[in-house]
C-alpha cells in the first residue's frame, strides 16, 4: 500500500553509533514498520494499538554512542515482541511510541481490557469481566 505522507519517525539500525547496516525503521499511518536486508529485502509490520508494553534498555556502550534498544511487546502473532536496535533518541521515541499506542487505541475505541485476552503469555480466564483472573 503505497503511503503519500512522509513517515512520523524514521532511523536505521545503528553500528557504533553510526546508521551503517541494512535495518531501517518507521512509523507511518498506525504502524510500525521494520525493513531488513540489502540481496533479500524483508518488511514486518506492527500494528501500535496492539502493543501491550514497552521497555527501554540503554547499555553503557550504547550511552556512549548515543543509542538505545525500545522492545515492544505486542499482540501480535507472528511477532510478540519486537526490538528497535541500537536507534538515535531512544528515549524520546518510547515516549513519542508511548503517545501514538494511546492515540491509536483511543481511536479504534480500545481500552486495556481489551487486550488482555491477547497477551499469549497469560493463561488466566477472566470470568466475572472485571480485568481480573478468577
Same mark, same amino acid.
Given at each position: 500500500?503505497?503511503?503519500?505522507?512522509?513517515?512520523? !519517525?524514521?532511523? /536505521?539500525?545503528?553500528?557504533?553509533?553510526?546508521?551503517? +547496516?541494512?535495518?531501517?525503521? +518507521?512509523?507511518?499511518?498506525?504502524?510500525?514498520?521494520?525493513? &531488513?536486508?540489502?540481496?533479500?529485502?524483508?518488511?514486518?509490520?506492527?500494528?501500535?494499538?496492539?502493543?501491550?508494553?514497552?521497555?527501554?534498555? /540503554?547499555?553503557?556502550?550504547? /550511552?556512549?554512542?548515543?543509542?538505545?534498544?525500545?522492545?515492544?511487546? +505486542?499482540?501480535?502473532?507472528?511477532?510478540?515482541?519486537?526490538?528497535?536496535?541500537?536507534?538515535?533518541? +531512544?528515549?524520546?521515541?518510547?515516549?513519542?511510541?508511548? &503517545?501514538?499506542?494511546?492515540?491509536?487505541?483511543? &481511536?479504534?475505541?480500545?481500552?486495556?481490557?481489551?487486550?488482555?485476552?491477547?497477551?499469549?503469555?497469560?493463561? !488466566?480466564?477472566?470470568?466475572?469481566?472485571?480485568?481480573?483472573?478468577?
Amino acid at each position: 500500500m503505497p503511503n503519500a505522507t512522509a513517515p512520523l !519517525w524514521k532511523d /536505521r539500525k545503528r553500528i557504533l553509533g553510526l546508521p551503517i +547496516s541494512f535495518t531501517r525503521y +518507521s512509523i507511518e499511518d498506525g504502524r510500525l514498520l521494520v525493513r &531488513k536486508g540489502f540481496f533479500r529485502m524483508e518488511t514486518d509490520e506492527l500494528l501500535l494499538y496492539r502493543v501491550m508494553d514497552l521497555k527501554l534498555a /540503554r547499555s553503557l556502550g550504547q /550511552r556512549i554512542f548515543g543509542v538505545g534498544t525500545v522492545t515492544l511487546f +505486542s499482540a501480535d502473532k507472528t511477532d510478540g515482541v519486537l526490538a528497535l536496535q541500537n536507534v538515535k533518541n +531512544s528515549d524520546k521515541l518510547r515516549a513519542l511510541l508511548s &503517545k501514538l499506542i494511546e492515540e491509536e487505541r483511543a &481511536k479504534r475505541g480500545l481500552m486495556g481490557r481489551e487486550l488482555y485476552g491477547a497477551a499469549r503469555e497469560h493463561d !488466566w480466564h477472566d470470568s466475572d469481566g472485571d480485568g481480573f483472573p478468577g
